[in-house]
């Protein structure tokens, strides 16, 4: 399989587990979007917002919460069903941000949570200028793990060995230059931490539901994640897993 091949096949696999996804994944904390008001200088009330790569709604439905007037775009069948279950008064539209099925200059924010990363700057970067009104901001943003927490250290390094995966380039991966190889737009980088207190069943499925799990299959990932209980036991005996995210942030305003 090529590189391309790879990242597209792992891109399409969240839509076999929508309901998973919307269910045990983490969501953003309020700071987060104080940050994005802060670094774009405007607020998200009464603001119009296209939300890129929205998945199954966790971002777009808080934005919602926060007064903005929001379009989601999303490729996914799977995960737009299931974004239009939970969401059902919040517009969606099917496109990729590649290519937004969208008007010039009709939005005041551009967002991406946790989607970014599935695009092609070279396209996705020029679109997003276009849809955007002069002086909108480009918001993007991912739940990393806090590699600096020891047992999410661990938990990671067994990932590595099971899957070949190196989780500090993973979350390197997050980054302005990732985000924009060719440094069109300025970026402006903030990471807000939070944590969330859940029981091993949701950590569980919250980590496979990605990607790298979705593509290696259920007898693979089954055994990776029966594994995975043991340790997390001894690390937490009373069955609640403290989780830390660092959430990666990046605004950029369009001149």
């Known amino acids: 399989m090529t590189a391309a091949s790879s990242h597209s096949t792992r891109a399409h696999s969240f839509n076999s587990a929508a309901a998973q996804y919307a269910a045990n994944r983490p969501s953003y904390p309020p700071a ?24 199954t709604g966790i971002a777009t439905a808080l934005l919602h919460a926060r007064g903005a007037q929001v ?10 069903a ?33 989607a970014w990363h599935w695009t092609d700057p070279a396209h996705s970067i020029p679109e997003a200028l276009r849809v955007l009104r002069p002086g909108g901001a480009l918001a993007l943003w991912w739940n990393t793990n806090a590699l600096d927490v020891p047992w999410t250290a661990a938990q ?20 302005a230059h990732a985000a924009d190889p060719e440094g069109r737009v300025d970026f402006t980088r903030r990471v807000v931490r939070w944590s969330r207190r859940v029981p091993i069943d949701t950590h569980l499925a919250n980590i496979g539901s990605h990607s790298i799990f ?7 990932s089954a055994t990776f994640l ?4 043991a340790h997390l036991l ?3 005996p009373e069955g609640m897993v403290e989780e830390t995210y660092d959430v990666d942030l990046l605004v950029a305003t369009n001149s």
């Open 32 to 55: 987060l979007f104080d940050a994005v008001e802060e670094l774009a200088g405007r607020p998200l009330a009464g603001a119009r917002v296209v939300d890129v790569g929205a998945g």
């Open 71 to 80: 379009i989601a775009v999303e490729p996914g069948d799977g995960m737009a």
């Open 82 to 114: 299931e974004f239009r279950r939970a969401h059902p008064g919040i517009p969606l539209v099917r496109g990729i941000g590649d290519a937004l099925p969208l008007a010039d200059s009709c939005a005041d924010f551009l967002t991406s949570a946790q």
């Open 156 to 175: 990671a390094e067994r990932m590595q060995r099971f899957f070949g995966i190196d989780p500090v380039v993973e979350k390197n991966g997050t980054g």
């Open 214 to 220: 979705l593509v290696h299959g259920e007898e693979a």
């Open 226 to 229: 029966t594994e995975e209980r």
């Open 234 to 236: 001894k690390a937490f």
